[in-house]
């Protein structure tokens, strides 16, 4: 599940959003959404755009905002 380009047209298809894993983002957007944030480690392969090296990856957990309120804010077409 993802906001990127068309993977938000498939909207979200969980049932349950607990964890989420999240890469990249803003840590200050991500602390309005989620009560629990634990940064496990950082994306960085040489098959990568170099400005997406280097991303930190979050297990998140304790979603404040309901998800049909918060996934059209997701959307990021590039």
């Known amino acids: 599940m993802s906001g990127h380009n068309n993977f938000w047209l498939w909207g979200p298809q969980a049932?349950?959003?607990d964890p989420v894993i999240v890469v990249g983002g803003d840590e200050e957007d991500n602390a309005q959404v989620f009560e629990?944030?634990?940064?496990?480690?950082?994306?960085?392969s040489p098959y990568q755009m170099p400005?997406?090296?280097?991303?930190a990856v979050?297990?998140?957990?304790?979603?404040k905002i309901p998800?049909?309120?918060?996934w059209p804010k997701l959307k990021h077409f590039i």
């Open 15 to 17: 049932r349950r959003f």
């Open 36 to 44: 629990h944030i634990e940064h496990v480690g950082e994306m960085d």
């Open 51 to 55: 400005y997406e090296r280097h991303r």
């Open 58 to 63: 979050s297990v998140c957990r304790g979603l």
């Open 67 to 70: 998800v049909p309120e918060l």
